[in-house]
């Protein structure tokens, strides 16, 4: 089921336009990216954790935290809270975004885990 799960939202559940926010730091978001596959990596399979590193190693670093903040929450995989202040960091310039109540809602979930 996590695998399906993964497959099916890596990139696909984000507008168009969603992750083309001038005020974010394209570097800082990449690390972020990095970072959220890392936490992760141990709920992922081989292939799960390629196509993860894939999406962030093409650039779509929104697409891969999205993803990893659904994996989480579904999983109720507990984040450290310097990883919770990092993600509302990023989450703050995604504030006018059309994503952003959905993503604030993953990062509540997310947040009541740990």
């Known amino acids: 089921m996590q695998q399906i799960y993964f497959a099916a939202t890596c990139g696909l559940q984000t507008t ?6 001038e005020n974010v730091n394209d570097w800082a978001e990449s690390d972020l990216a990095w970072e959220l596959a890392n936490a992760i990596s141990p709920l992922l399979t081989e ?4 196509q993860l590193y894939a999406t962030i ?15 989480m929450a579904q999983e109720s995989f507990p984040v450290s809270p310097k990883l ?6 990023w989450l703050d310039g995604y504030a006018h975004s059309q994503d952003a109540p959905r993503l604030h809602q ?8 740990s």
Request: avoid cysteine; aromatic fraction near 2%.
């Open 84 to 89: 919770v202040a990092k993600l509302v960091t």
């Open 16 to 21: 168009p336009l969603s992750n083309e926010n």
């Open 106 to 113: 993953m990062l509540r979930t997310v947040t009541a885990l």
């Open 57 to 71: 190693g093409s650039g779509d670093s929104y697409a891969a935290i999205d993803t990893v903040l659904q994996t």
């Open 47 to 50: 292939r799960e954790r390629h």
